[in-house]
C-alpha cells in the first residue's frame, strides 16, 4: 500500500542552486523509516497469521480482530498526531513515533493471549497512523520544491519495500513460534528511526508559524547549504502562513465551509477515491492472501512465497506509479487500469471455481493475483494519496483532507474485518468477484466525477471548482 502527498505550501525554487548539503538527503532518508515501519508492520501480520492462529487458537473472527486491530489505532494516531506536530514540532512527534513503533514490535512478540496481541497491534496502529501523518508532511516541509516530489515518492516506496521486507521475513521465519521474531525485529528499524531523527532540523515552516524566525532561519541555512537566500524564504513562508490564517476556525465554521455547494464536488471525488481505494480489495489481498491460498490447498510454502511475490509487485507497482502519475496523468492512469485490475481479480476468482489443485489453477491464481496487485496498486494505490490534496479547495483542505484519510482507514478496518468472514459465508470466488466488481465501479467513478489535475495549479482546479466544472470532462492541461 501508498503514503499521502500533503498539499502544496511550497516557496518558489530558485535557479542556480548549487549542490544540495548531504543533510537533506539524511531528513528525507531517516525519516523515510516510518515508511518501512509503516509497511513492515502492516504486512507481516500476513505472514505471522498462519502460524499464531495455531498457537493462540483463534477463530475466524478472532483472526480479523487481530488484523484488524492495527488499523483501528492508526484511525486514532493519525488525527492525534496532527494535533501533536502542530503543537510540539514534526520531528519530536516522529521520535515519539519510533518509541510507539519499538514498544509495539515488542509487545506484539512477547504476547501470550490474543487480547494481549490486540492490544499490541493497537499500540502499533498509533504509530502506524502518526508516520502516515507527519512523516510525509515533514519531508514536504524541509526539502525545496525541486526536490519535493522525488523525496515524497521515496517516502512511498518506502512502504512498499516494508512490505516486501515483512513477506521475507515471514518467508524466512515460518515455523513454530517464528511469528514472535516476525513482530520483534521490526523493533531494529524504530530506534534507528529515534536515534537518527534526534540531531535532524526541526520543520522551518512550523518553527516559522510558531514565530521563531531567528531558529527557521538557522536551520535553512544548514538544509539549503550558504549560497541560498535564507531571509527571502523565511518571508516567503510568513507570507504562506498569512494566507492559512484565512482559513475557517472553529469547529462550526470548518464543517459550514465543508457543507458548501461549491466544496461539496471536490468532497465526493476525495472521500470516494479514498472509499473505492480499499473497497477495490488491495488490503484484503495484502492481509489474507497466504491465508486464503493455504486454506484453498496450496501449502503454507507456496502461500508464503506467493506474499514475497505480492512484495515485489507492491514495489513495482509504486514505482510505475510514481513516474506515470505525472507522465500519463492521475485521471487516465485510472481509466487505463482499473479495468485491467477488476479483470485479473474476476479471473482469479473464477479460477478458484475448478478445485482439483491443478498446476494450470495455481498458476492461474498466481499469475491473477500478481497482475491485480500490479495493475490496482500502479493506479488506485498511487492515486489514492494525491487526489484529495489537489482538488480539495485551500481554505478547506487541512480539515476535508484528514476527513478523506479517516474514510480510507475505515473502509480499510471494514475490509479487515469482513474479508475472511464473508469467504465463510459466501465462498472465495464470490468475494473476489465483488471485489472485481467494485473495480468496475469506481472506474465509472472516475469517469464520471474525477477531474484530470496533472500539470494544473491548485488556484487553476479551485477555480474550476468555483465555476462548477468539476466533473471527469473538466478540461485537460495542455
Known sequence: MNLPAPADNAVVPRPGRSRQPALLYAVAGISALGGLLFGYDTGIISSALLDLAKDLELTTREREIVVSAILVGAMIGAPVSGVLSARHGRRPVIVA????????????????????????????????????????????????????????VLF???????????????????????????????????????????????????????????VAERELSRLRGPEHDVAAEVEEITSLCREGDRAPRGLRATLRALRSPWVRPALLVALGIAAFSQLTGINAMVYYAPTLLSEAGFGDSVALLAGVGIGLMLVLAGVTGAVSVDRVGRRRLLLWLLPASGAAMAVMGVAFLSGGGSAVQRWTVVGALFAY???????????????????????????????????????????????????????????????????????VFVLRRVPETRGRTLEDIEQGLRAGVMRGNARQPR
Open 97 to 152: 513515533v519510533a518509541v510507539v513503533f519499538a514498544g509495539g514490535s515488542l509487545a506484539s512478540a512477547a504476547a501470550d493471549s490474543m487480547s494481549a496481541l490486540v492490544a499490541a497491534r493497537l499500540l502499533l496502529g498509533l504509530a502506524v497512523g502518526g508516520a502516515s501523518n507527519t512523516v510525509p508532511v515533514y519531508i514536504a516541509e524541509t526539502v525545496p520544491p525541486a526536490l519535493r516530489g522525488r523525496l515524497i
Open 373 to 443: 496487485i500490479f495493475f490496482n496498486g500502479a493506479s488506485m494505490q498511487a492515486v489514492v494519496w494525491l487526489i484529495a490534496p489537489e482538488v480539495l479547495p485551500l481554505a478547506v483542505r487541512g480539515p476535508a483532507t484528514s476527513t478523506a484519510t479517516a474514510t480510507l482507514w475505515g473502509f480499510d478496518l471494514l475490509i479487515a474485518v469482513t474479508a475472511l468472514t464473508s469467504v465463510q459465508v459466501f465462498g472465495l470466488t464470490p468475494t473476489l468477484l465483488c471485489y472485481a466488481a467494485m473495480n468496475g465501479l469506481c472506474w
Open 156 to 214: 512511498q516506496l518506502m512502504v512498499a519495500l516494508g512490505q516486501l521486507l515483512s513477506y521475507l521475513v515471514g518467508y524466512a521465519l515460518a515455523g513454530p513460534g517464528g511469528w514472535r521474531w516476525m513482530f520483534g525485529l521490526a523493533a531494529l528499524p524504530a530506534l534507528v528511526l529515534m536515534a537518527g531523527m534526534l540531531p535532524l532540523p526541526e520543520s522551518p515552516r512550523w518553527l516559522v508559524e510558531r514565530g521563531r524566525h531567528g
